[in-house]
C-alpha cells in the first residue's frame, strides 16, 4: 500500500510539475513573441527577421529547427528498441549537413531573397515554378508537422501520468492525446503570426539551448550509471532488449535476412532507400533553407551552417547514449507498453535517472517533468519553423507572385502568410490524429525523401546546369513530389502493416516503407527529360546567376 502511495504522490508531482514548467515556457516564449511582434514592421523582418541574426545566433536557431521531436524522441525510441539500426538515423542526420554545406547554404543565400521558389525562379518564367515550389513545400512542411504532432500526442500520456483506465480533467489517454496536438497547433499559428521569423528564431535559441543542456545532463547521468564504461552500457542494452547481441548488430530491422529471397532483397533496398533520403534530404528542406536568409552576409550563411553542424553533431553523439540507456535502463518491454512506435522512451529514461540520482520517486518526477518540458519546448519551436516556411511559401510565391503577378503590397503578403499559417496548423493537426501509431523519427524520413524526391532536384539543375529551364523545374518539383508521395500513400505506412496508418485496411503494393531509391531518382530524370523537351533557354540569366551565386554580388 505505501508503494502504491509514493507512486501516485510520485504520478502527482510529475503531472504538477511538467504542467508549471510548460506554462512557464509556454508564457516566456509568448512573451518573446510578443516582443518580436513589436520589431517586425516591414516584410523582410517577417519573413527574414531582418536578416539581423549573427552565424552563431543562426546556428542555434538551425539546430533548434533541425533537432525536433524526432531527434529527441524518436531515434531515442528507434536506438532502444532497434539498438545499432535505430543509430542510422543519427548517422545520416549528421552527414547531411554536409550536402547542405557544401552544395546549397551559400549559393542559396547569395540567389534569393525570402524562400527556395527565388531562386527557382530567377532565371525561368515564374508563374508556374513558384506554384510547384509553393505546392512542394506545403507538402514537405505538413509531412514534417506530422512528426512534431504525434510526438507532442505520445508524450501527453507519459507526463501527465495517464495510463489505460485513467483520466485526467475528464480525458481517457486517446482524447488528452488529440487535446494536446490542438493545443501545440494553436500555439504554433500564434508564434507564427504574430512574432513571424525574429520570434520564432529566438524561441529555437532558447529551445536549442534547453534541448542541449537536457541532453548533456541525462548522458552524463548514464555513463556515471555504468561508471563512465560504454562496454558495459552495451552490454546492458543487449541482454534488456531480449534480443541479445543481435541488438549490437545490424539487420534487427534494417536489411533483415529471412528464408525469402525477395523479402530479404526488400529490406535491404528499404535501409539503403532510407539513407539516400536521409543524407540528401536536409539540402531540400523548406524550413531549413530560410534559415539561410536570416543573415546579412555568405560569410555568416557559412558560419551559420558550421555552428549548426558542431550543435548538431553533439545532440547526434548523445542520442547514442540516451537510446541505449534506455534500452539498458528503462528496458524494451516498459518503453512499448507506455508507446508502441517508442517515442517516449527518452522521458521514461530521464524518470528512472532521476529515481536513481536526485532522490527517489520525487527525484524522478523532478527530472521527467524537466525533459517533458524541454521535449514541449522542441515541438513547439519545430512547429513555428515548418509553418512559417509553408505560409511564407504560399504568401510570396503563390499569392504575390502568382496571384498578383507581383503586384501585392507588403502589408498585403504578410497578411496572407498569416492566414496560410492557420489554415495549415488547421490541416496538420486533422492529419497528426490518424498519424499516432507511427514512429516521429520514420515519420520524419519520410518528409526527407519527399523532399529530396521534389525540391533538390530542381535546386541543384537550377545552379548547376545551364541548359536548366522552366519546363524542367516544373517536371523535378511535381515528378519527385507525387512518386515520393503516391509510394508512401501505396506503401505499408498507410496501410497493410499493424503499425500503418490505417491498420486495418490494406491497399499497399509498394513493398517498401520509405520510397527515397525510387522518387529521388525519379525526380533528377524528370528534371532531365522535361528540359530537354523545351527549348526554352536563357543562358544569360544563367550567366548572372552563377555569379550571383558564388560572389553575393546584387544579392539582397
Not at 514548467?21 to 516564449?29: E, G, K, Y
Request: glycine share 10%; charged share 10%; proline share 2%.
Amino acid at each position: 500500500m505505501t508503494t502504491v502511495l509514493a507512486a501516485e504522490a510520485g504520478s502527482t508531482t510529475a503531472r504538477n510539475l511538467t504542467i508549471t514548467l510548460f506554462l512557464i515556457f509556454v508564457a516566456i516564449t509568448l512573451a518573446i513573441t510578443v516582443w518580436a511582434s513589436r520589431q517586425t514592421k516591414t516584410a523582410t523582418d517577417f519573413y527574414a527577421g531582418g536578416r539581423s541574426f549573427s552565424g552563431f545566433q543562426n546556428g542555434m536557431a538551425i539546430g533548434g529547427d533541425y533537432m525536433s521531436a524526432a531527434s529527441f524522441l524518436g531515434i531515442a525510441g528507434i536506438i532502444a528498441l532497434n539498438g545499432y539500426d535505430g543509430f542510422l538515423y543519427s548517422i545520416g542526420f549528421l552527414v547531411a549537413w554536409l550536402v547542405a554545406l557544401l552544395l546549397v547554404a551559400e549559393l542559396l543565400r547569395n540567389s534569393g531573397r525570402y524562400t527556395m521558389a527565388d531562386v527557382l525562379a530567377f532565371r525561368m518564367r515564374q508563374r508556374p515554378v513558384r506554384t510547384a515550389a509553393a505546392v512542394s513545400t506545403i507538402t514537405v512542411s505538413i509531412f514534417y508537422l506530422l512528426a512534431q504532432m504525434v510526438g507532442a500526442g505520445a508524450l501527453v500520456a507519459l507526463l501527465l501520468g495517464i495510463k489505460p483506465g485513467t483520466t485526467f480533467l475528464g480525458m481517457d489517454a486517446d482524447t488528452a492525446k488529440v487535446a494536446t496536438i490542438i493545443l501545440v497547433g494553436a500555439l504554433m499559428i500564434i508564434y507564427v503570426t504574430v512574432g513571424g521569423m525574429k520570434g520564432t528564431t529566438y524561441v529555437q535559441i532558447v529551445k536549442a539551448f534547453l534541448l542541449m543542456t537536457g541532453a548533456v545532463v541525462m548522458t552524463l547521468l548514464v555513463l556515471a550509471h555504468y561508471k563512465f564504461n560504454l562496454s558495459t552500457l552495451l552490454g546492458d542494452a543487449a541482454a534488456a532488449s531480449g534480443k541479445g547481441e543481435n541488438f549490437l548488430r545490424p539487420g534487427l530491422k534494417y536489411g533483415v535476412e529471412s528464408g525469402d529471397a525477395l523479402k530479404t532483397f526488400y529490406s535491404k533496398m528499404d535501409l539503403l532507400s532510407l539513407g539516400i533520403a536521409l543524407v540528401l534530404g536536409t539540402a531540400g528542406l523548406p524550413h531549413i533553407l530560410i534559415r539561410f536568409y536570416t543573415v546579412p552576409t555568405a560569410k555568416a550563411a557559412r558560419k551559420s551552417v558550421l555552428w549548426a553542424i558542431g550543435i548538431i553533431g553533439v545532440f547526434y553523439l548523445l542520442t547514442l547514449a540516451l537510446g541505449f540507456g534506455a534500452a539498458a535502463l528503462v528496458g524494451g518491454t516498459a518503453i512499448t507498453a507506455q508507446d508502441k512506435a517508442g517515442n517516449t522512451a527518452a522521458p521514461q529514461l530521464a524518470e528512472k535517472l532521476g529515481l536513481d540520482f536526485l532522490g527517489g520517486d520525487l527525484g524522478g518526477a523532478t527530472l521527467l517533468a524537466i525533459i517533458a518540458a524541454v521535449a514541449f519546448a522542441t515541438i513547439l519551436a519545430v512547429v513555428a519553423g515548418l509553418t512559417l516556411a509553408s505560409s511564407s511559401s504560399l504568401a510570396h510565391d503563390f499569392y504575390a507572385n502568382v496571384v498578383k503577378n507581383g503586384q501585392a503590397s507588403e502589408r498585403q503578403e504578410v497578411n496572407v502568410a498569416r492566414i496560410s499559417a492557420l489554415v495549415i496548423g488547421a490541416i496538420s493537426i486533422l492529419l497528426s490524429i490518424f498519424a499516432q501509431s507511427l514512429n516521429v523519427a520514420f515519420l520524419v524520413a519520410l518528409a526527407f525523401a519527399v523532399a529530396a524526391s521534389g525540391n533538390l532536384p530542381a535546386i541543384l539543375y537550377s545552379l548547376f546546369w545551364k541548359r536548366f529551364n522552366t519546363s524542367g523545374a516544373v517536371w523535378a518539383i511535381y515528378g519527385g513530389l507525387l512518386a515520393a508521395v503516391v509510394l508512401v500513400f501505396f506503401s505499408p505506412v498507410v496501410s497493410g502493416a499493424p503499425t500503418a496508418m490505417f491498420p486495418e485496411h490494406d491497399w499497399h503494393w509498394f513493398p517498401l516503407t520509405n520510397p527515397g531509391i525510387i522518387s529521388i531518382p525519379f525526380g533528377f530524370l524528370c528534371g532531365w527529360v522535361g528540359t530537354l523537351l523545351s527549348k526554352e533557354h536563357d543562358e544569360e540569366k544563367y550567366a548572372e546567376l552563377e555569379v550571383r551565386s558564388l560572389t553575393g554580388a546584387g544579392a539582397h
